[in-house]
């Protein structure tokens, strides 16, 4: 059995000093090497300087670390969500202890954080609750990317407070899921937790109206792995009977194909925090070596033929009410997003697509934005998006 998701990995003695020489013999030159080069594209190209020194740190860590070495050297995701949620709550009722003016709604949401966490039924993933779900009206079911290799980072639970929690504070509840992570376990895994969450969610009585659900890269992996298993059940996730479609989906920098050759990968390799070693190696992870052409759909979509994928994704109005998919221009991934986008529209004429393509952005801006707790322009456009889907003023 995988060990349990919430406790800290352990290295052997050869891994931790496979990392100690990645660190300080191979971390020093290829820093700086990635440094230039995408401070250099992002000049060249009249973009924004903006993260790309985190770019490029997080290039180096995804490319040269194992899954286990970065679980080795990061907190478990449910130990960063109650680290999160008791240092916020607790400096929010400090503030407001403090203060002789009007409460700020920000420290209102805060102050009424309390850690909750739900098991789910096969016992190696979990609901993190932020946000009281008991009075709550929505609820947003997130998921975490990281090449399915990296736990929930700070930056993902600053972007569902920024995004989700203050679209409408007091009347939305973010549903993380902690899921098993690799090499613990490969696809179908992780959908079949996913499917299992949003049942948990649709059983608790919340209408299908009144949830979205979606994530970055990995994470839009398995949105769209979702979105395929409500069209299409797959044998080994529950099977989920919808009343109506559910609000929406977003999909943020989506990983959907194990394919690195698109002129983008060629484009972007230098740019971005991703590169075809680390797809290639991340491809290798998660997928099992006798995946079947006809699973493809379920988590590479993209790597059917242009036919098979609008037959596949034929019906998705019937599921899901809007979509969401954005991109960075100078990510390796927009080609395949861009591709996907497209399919959604073709195949569902009635179906609310709305795809943006954002000129200064490489891979999962949003995520380095939360990471910094800024208010950027990728985490307004996601809020932007949630207050209109649900009609918040």
Request: net charge positive.
């Amino acid at each position: 059995m995988a060990p349990a998701p919430s406790k800290p990995i352990t290295l052997s003695i050869l891994g931790k000093i496979s990392l100690l020489f990645k660190l300080l013999v191979v971390a020093p030159p290829q820093l700086l090497i990635n440094n230039l080069r995408c401070h250099i594209l992002a000049l060249t190209r009249g973009a924004s300087l903006r993260y790309y020194t985190v770019c490029a740190f997080n290039k180096f860590a995804l490319r040269y670390l194992t899954p286990l070495q970065l679980q080795f050297m990061l907190p478990p995701t449910i130990a960063i969500y109650k680290s999160w949620v008791r240092k916020q709550s607790t400096a929010a009722i400090k503030r407001l202890s403090t203060s002789n003016g009007t409460p700020k709604p920000e420290d209102l949401v805060l102050s009424e954080l309390q850690v909750d966490i739900e098991s789910l039924p096969e016992g190696q993933s979990s609901i993190l609750w932020m946000g009281d779900r008991n009075k709550a009206k929505k609820v947003v079911l997130f998921f975490h990317g990281g090449g399915y290799a990296v736990p929930m980072l700070p930056g993902h639970i600053n972007w569902c407070y920024r995004s989700y929690l203050l679209a409408s504070p007091g009347e939305v509840a973010v549903a993380v899921l902690q899921y098993t992570l690799v090499p613990h376990g490969q696809y179908p895994t992780q959908l079949k937790q996913a499917a299992a969450g949003l049942d948990h969610l649709l059983k608790s009585g919340i209408a299908p109206q009144n949830i979205i659900f979606g994530g970055d890269s990995a994470g839009g992996n398995l949105a769209a792995s979702l979105i395929s298993h409500l069209l299409h059940p797959h044998p080994e996730a529950v099977a989920i009977n919808l009343t109506r479609p559910i609000a929406g989906a977003f999909l943020v920098s989506p990983w959907v194909s194990a394919k690195t050759e698109s002129p983008s990968f060629k484009k972007n390799g230098g740019i971005d925090m991703l590169s075809t070693p680390t797809i290639n190696s991340a491809c290798g992870e998660l997928l099992p070596k006798d995946l079947k052409d006809e699973e493809k759909g379920w988590v590479i979509p993209v790597d059917m033929s242009q036919a098979e994928q609008e037959k596949w994704f034929a019906g998705l109005d019937k599921v899901v009410s809007e979509v969401y998919i954005t991109a960075g221009e100078q990510e390796v991934f927009l080609d395949q997003t861009v591709q996907l986008a497209d399919v959604f529209k073709k195949a569902n004429q009635k179906l609310d697509v709305k795809a943006e393509l954002m000129k200064n952005e490489a891979h999962d801006w949003i995520l380095l934005e939360g990471g910094k707790q800024h208010d950027g322009d990728a985490t307004k456009r996601m809020r932007t998006w949630v207050k209109g889907l649900w009609g918040f003023k």
